[in-house]
């Protein structure tokens, strides 16, 4: 199908793409516009997207089915502009002793990434951790995903089927618990790497034309990518997270190769003078033994984070790539909490979800994907799937 010469929107999210997109690639603001260049009314429009919506999200039809239930009118403009939302194909999905579950997905061009279902403790609420990249370009010491480097960006469509299958996962095995209503960029990837798809991504999550999830319960964490802060205030409704994990520059600069270019006056710079009004970051901070766990360390911390409107969560180290960092005792990690709640500064700990299936901060990419990566040829892509694997 060729595509039409269109009309330039008023103002476009993304930019006019060269060929039909999938429907959570597109951003819902601008594929209503779209529709209506090409032949829709705008009520007529906003229907047919509220349709496909409830289609996709709500009653799982298949997209021929649904295209069928649009007007004649609505069902042409959108075949123009749409085609059917991307599925991505699990191939393990498994559950920890905690109700943790880890999905390991197939992309159309054989690549795997992994998503994560997190129960809270109390069973009050469902996290998913969403991925935003194959593989990790930003290398950090701690983490098994920077073991493969990058490989390629995700789409917003990839990143939006994953909140679908671990929908499905969740439905399937644990429909006694309360249903995934929290989502977070914590997965495979750098999220500020790949901004414009995650920044769209998260529209569709967030709309009412979309998965119609409250912007306030997305939160996307950054290594510390200091001068694409601003971008993502202005492209993304959403909290942002900062992975922190030392207060120093001469320890993030060893763990965290990101450091050397954005140094942590630099990051704090950009978020006192990017962080919107009333809003506040929430820091993630690693906690080694022996490395970065010491009071010494806390006062240090402390001062790092003075005059930033900020929550801490603080993270027992999971094990990972390098065994020289691991956990602290019990007691040093309560007592580095009592440190900053003494001055004033809310912190909590997280408690490990999901470790003994690799599904713990810092070990996605683990031993099921590097089985695989070990069976890539040379292009990077599973030789047993073939770079055309059925979805």
């Not at 298949?62 to 403009?77: E, I, Y």
């Not at 197939?106 to 935003?132: F, K, M, Q, W």
Request: charged share 20%.
């Amino acid at each position: 199908m060729l595509w039409p010469m269109l009309p330039t929107a008023p103002v476009l999210h993304q930019a006019t793409p060269a060929t039909p997109l999938s429907l959570d690639s597109w951003h819902p603001d601008d594929l209503l516009e779209q529709l209506v260049l090409v032949g829709c009314r705008t009520q007529q429009a906003r229907q047919a997207l509220l349709q496909l919506a409830k289609g996709t999200w709500q009653t799982a039809t298949p997209w021929p089915v649904l295209l069928a239930t649009l007007g004649k009118t609505a069902r042409k403009s959108v075949e123009l502009l749409v085609i059917a939302p991307v599925e991505l194909q699990v191939t393990d999905d498994r559950g920890s002793a905690d109700a943790t579950r880890k999905l390991l997905l197939r992309t159309h061009d054989g690549h795997l990434i992994e998503t994560v279902v997190i129960p809270s403790t109390t069973g009050t609420r469902t996290t998913v951790c969403l991925s935003s990249q194959v593989g990790c370009g930003r290398r950090c010491t701690f983490c098994e995903t920077g073991r493969s480097g990058l490989i390629r960006n995700l789409t917003a469509g990839e990143i939006v089927a994953q909140l679908r299958q671990a929908q499905r996962s969740w439905q399937r095995h644990s429909p006694e618990l309360a249903p995934i209503r929290n989502v977070v960029f914590m997965g495979m990837g750098e999220p500020l790497d790949n901004l414009a798809e995650v920044a769209t991504a998260v529209a569709v999550l967030t709309h009412d034309r979309g998965a119609g999830l409250s912007w306030r319960h997305v939160t996307v964490s950054t290594v510390g990518v200091a001068h694409k802060i601003s971008a993502f205030f202005e492209q993304v409704q959403a909290h942002l997270a900062v992975s922190l994990h030392a207060p120093d520059d001469a320890r993030r600069s060893e763990w965290m190769p990101i450091n050397a270019r954005c140094d942590l006056a630099t990051l704090k710079s950009a978020l006192l003078q990017h962080l919107p009004p009333g809003r506040e970051v929430l820091v993630e901070y690693i906690l080694f033994a022996d490395r970065n766990s010491a009071l010494a360390d806390a006062e240090l911390l402390c001062g790092w984070l003075a005059g930033l409107p900020v929550r801490v969560n603080l993270i027992p180290a999971n094990p990972g790539p390098d065994p020289q960092l691991g956990a602290p005792p019990a007691e040093q990690v309560w007592q580095f909490q009592k440190y900053l709640l003494d001055r004033g500064i809310r912190a909590m700990v997280r408690h490990p979800h999901g470790r003994d299936i690799g599904g713990a901060c810092g070990q996605l990419a683990g031993a099921h994907r590097r089985e695989a990566v070990n069976r890539q040829g040379p292009d990077g892509v599973d030789e047993d799937a073939g770079a055309n694997a059925p979805l």
